[in-house]
Nanobody, 121 residues
Framework: QVQLVESGGGLVQAGGSLRLSCTAS????????MGWFRQAPGKERESVAT????????IHADSVKGRFTVSRDYARNTMYLQMNNLKPEDTAVYYC??????????????WGQGTQVTVSS
């Protein structure tokens, strides 16, 4: 079964760091674009960052620019989100998404179950 599993969330104090991982199984995702989304209570889901099939990372959320970095390890079929200098407004459930890339020959998107990140003030 094709599956994405997030890990690395938890409770941290403001100014701390976390590293989220999204590990895929059941398929080689090297030809997929991958991304991180988050949803805070009472707010709509937003795109945080993406890393395309070539490994080019892009930060989409202005509020995390300069603090978050996105990367992927093709050999481990894993995407990472390094979160530094965390702020209370970063508190959210973070979701991993894999989207077939231009050359993948696939059409189905996959989502992980989410991992909770809570930043205390």
């Amino acid at each position: 079964q094709v599956q994405l599993v997030e890990s690395g969330g938890g409770l941290v104090q403001a100014g701390g760091s976390l590293r989220l991982s999204c590990t895929a199984s059941g398929r080689d995702f090297s030809s997929y674009d991958m991304g991180w989304f988050r949803q805070a209570p009472g707010k709509e889901r937003e795109s945080v960052a993406t890393v395309n099939w070539r490994g080019v990372g892009t930060i989409h959320a202005d509020s995390v620019k300069g603090r978050f970095t996105v990367s992927r390890d093709y050999a481990r079929n894993t995407m990472y989100l390094q979160m530094n200098n965390l702020k209370p407004e970063d508190t959210a459930v973070y979701y991993c998404k894999a989207k077939p890339g231009l050359m993948s020959g696939r059409t189905v998107d996959y989502w992980g179950q989410g991992t909770q990140v809570t930043v205390s003030s």
